[in-house]
């Protein structure tokens, strides 16, 4: 009855490595949980709402009813094996998103059937355009009240920009949503109340017409995109079931198209029909191109074959009470129990002690995991997420995904002065599991300072310390990273580096422009918000004294002269120099570059950087003018209004550091019936007097 493309022998071919990605709340993990149920994985629909959930395993996440932390299990469809990763829908928790992404050769993205495309949506969207992660579309909760499909394929084309492809037509609407019209096969899926299956069926009369013409819109559109079925659709005016898949599929894997389905995943509507499309339209490992990676500089390629040499990327680990669980995608050869691997970053070789298939906190033995697999090892001491594991005749390193920068601070310490060590243990072991998480001590007060994606994220960390390390703390109240910026520069700042004490000297004598820079300003491509360039001609600085002075000047950005903070948003051209026969160096041209564009930035004007966030606010009607006047008092710049479902929807940019405590400040305004999201957009420039009363 289903349509397949892929047809080939190679047990990799019917292997599908996805990630389940939404806004929080519009049902992935509801939807992880009846894949695992129609799949034969589970034996019981489990509930976000009851605490059942096999992916929401953690007792912060049942108790807080959302997904914090990346779940991976594995089930099989139809003789497809499927490694699905869970993943979280909270902006604070968007490092987390990216480490999975990372290793993902395909997603299944969720959007609410009333809301459309929400702010998270949009976030997590572009993080898999920038992993090139192909995706089909789940438009879900098809059951709500105001619940409505082609609004929400609006949403999808409007702010996502993609072609969304619909090839469901939904029977019923609202509370009588009870199946779809499948557009490829041009039939009928109907689920009878309390039916775990589907019951095929023709199309129903009523929507005979309606299911024609959307069908037509979809083989015109596929055909705009795709050039053999352009050519089937000019020779026959219309196109074969066979062929309109494979060209979805096609469209898919290039990223021109996105598929979009529908259902309600909490009655278990629709889950069927997508798992058929994960399987028919997401990429196999072989459907993907070979990993890169490099090693002594030079590019290499990995295919996705068990018999290559082996290659696997930790993303995630686990420091549980009994071990360390390091999670690893496989993309090529095969790791065996007791096999001594390599860690391309640390260069030192690692045992594999065992080898678990994932089911969320359930572990399988294994005796060995092979290109295409998603597990967990255990006996791994040194390996981080990113680390690169390879075979120690063949190595290479994989690039590591990125690390978001912490955004938000508090201090924390033990309230017993004899916990003090515990506590520093319990945080390494936190920052080991979580890069986006980072410990620091103030060296003004001595305080330890934990900084993190948000205050959820920070909260979350807290928790963790006190449950599973039995620690009392003390937490300060949040604060926010700031950076700096260069609001006017200088121009022929000249620095020079003389040091004698005996011996061989120290010389460098360069001459620097500083100015504003922004990433969108030219094609020169910057790292961290900084470009470096020389114009130096005649040979006056040699090329190794340049690449030393721009190594100085970074290792300058760390701390800025409003208050220490970092600085980002500039220009650095090294213009001229002059360089000693005997007594200039490396070293004495990158110590010029520290303090030449140190005191550089003291002579420029400076500007503070606060970081802001886009918030969108959804309250009913009679409460708009009170929320309005609390977003103006916190300096929050109304951006856009409207209406969705019923309630009013108002979106604005504001400073972070107004963020906190806005949530029982919004619910009292509202009697409770206020809700908002936030994502990150960036620096803004902070009011003066803030650079008064920051501090680091």
């Not at 996805?18 to 509930?47: C, Q, S």
């Not at 394929?153 to 993609?162: C, Q």
């Not at 020779?235 to 198209?257: H, V």
Request: charged share 25%; proline share 6%; net charge negative.
């Amino acid at each position: 009855m289903r349509t397949h493309v892929n047809t080939r022998t190679d047990p990799l071919a019917r292997v599908r490595i996805l990630g389940i990605l939404a806004h929080v709340d519009a049902g992935k993990t509801t939807v992880t949980e009846r894949i695992l149920f129609a799949t034969g994985t589970t034996h019981k629909r489990g509930e976000v709402h009851d605490g059942t959930t096999v992916t929401d395993f953690d007792p912060q996440e049942r108790d807080r009813g959302i997904t914090i932390f990346a779940a991976a299990v594995s089930c099989s469809w139809d003789g497809h094996r499927i490694n699905l990763i869970d993943t979280p829908g909270h902006v604070d928790f968007a490092d987390e998103v990216e480490r999975s992404l990372r290793v993902l050769d395909g997603a299944v993205a969720v959007f609410d059937a009333v809301a459309g495309v929400e702010p998270q949506s949009e976030s997590v969207w572009r993080q898999a355009d920038r992993h090139g992660v192909p995706r089909i579309a789940f438009v879900n909760k098809m059951d709500r009240a105001g619940a409505d499909l082609d609004t929400a394929v609006a949403s999808i084309r409007e702010r996502l920009h993609p072609v969304p492809l619909a090839v469901q037509l939904p029977i019923g609407t609202e509370d009588g949503f009870t199946g779809v019209v499948d557009l490829v096969r041009m039939c009928s899926l109907v689920w009878a109340a309390g039916a775990d299956a589907a019951e095929e069926g023709p199309v129903p009369d009523a929507l005979r017409e309606e299911a024609a013409h959307r069908r037509r819109l979809l083989e015109e559109a596929v055909a705009e995109r795709h050039p053999a079925a352009l050519e089937e659709f000019c020779d026959r005016e219309t196109l074969t079931a066979a062929t309109l898949a494979t060209a979805l599929r096609d469209l898919t894997r290039t990223g021109d198209g996105v598929v979009v389905l529908c259902g309600s995943a909490y009655r278990n509507r629709g889950v069927e029909p997508l798992l058929d499309a994960v399987v028919t339209y997401l990429p196999s490992p072989l459907d993907v191109p070979p990993v890169r990676g490099t090693h002594d500089g030079t590019e290499q390629e990995r295919p996705a074959d068990p018999a290559a040499p082996m290659a696997a990327l930790a993303f995630k680990v686990n420091a549980t009470p009994t071990g360390r669980l390091t999670y690893v995608r496989v993309y090529s050869g095969t790791i065996e129990k007791g096999d001594t691997v390599w860690d391309a970053g640390t260069r030192r070789t690692e045992r594999i002690g065992r080898i678990l298939r994932v089911r969320a906190d359930r572990h399988d033995p294994l005796e060995r995991a092979v290109a295409g697999d998603i597990v967990a090892v255990v006996g791994l001491k040194s390996a981080r997420a990113g680390s690169t594991l390879c075979a120690p005749g063949a190595p290479l390193l994989l690039e590591p995904p990125g690390v978001a920068e912490p955004v938000v601070h508090v201090a924390v310490e033990a309230r017993r002065s004899t916990d003090t060590e515990r506590l520093a243990a319990a945080l390494a072991r936190l920052t080991e599991e979580d890069p986006s998480l980072a410990v620091r001590t103030d060296p003004e007060t001595g305080q330890t300072v934990l900084s993190g994606m948000g205050e959820l994220h920070l909260e979350v960390a807290m928790e963790r310390v006190r449950r599973e390390h039995g620690l009392d703390v003390a937490v300060g109240r949040p604060g926010v990273a700031h950076c700096e910026t260069v609001g006017a520069g200088v121009t022929g700042f000249v620095h020079r580096h003389v040091k004698q004490d005996g011996g061989a000297g120290q010389f460098a004598h360069i001459v620097l422009d500083v100015e504003p820079w922004q990433e969108d300003d030219d094609s020169t491509e910057g790292t961290g918000g900084f470009v470096f360039r020389s114009t130096v001609v005649g040979g006056r600085v040699p090329q190794e004294y340049v690449r030393a002075v721009e190594a100085g000047c970074r290792d300058a950005l760390a701390e800025g002269p409003l208050g220490g903070h970092p600085v980002t948003g500039l220009r650095v051209t090294l213009t001229d120099g002059r360089t000693h026969v005997k007594d200039s160096s490396d070293t004495a041209f990158r110590t010029a570059g520290r303090f030449g564009l140190r005191d550089a930035l003291r002579a420029s004007e400076m500007v503070l950087l606060e970081p802001v966030v886009e918030v969108t606010v959804t309250v009913p009607e009679d409460a708009v003018g009170g929320v309005l006047g609390d977003l103006a008092a916190r300096r929050g710049r109304v951006t856009g209004s409207g209406t969705r479902g019923g309630a009013a929807v108002v979106t604005a940019t504001m400073p972070l550091a107004e963020l906190f405590g806005y949530a029982t400040r919004l619910r009292s305004r509202t009697q409770g019936r206020g809700t908002f999201t936030a994502r990150p957009t960036g620096y803004a420039p902070a009011p003066a007097v803030t650079t008064v009363t920051t501090t680091r």
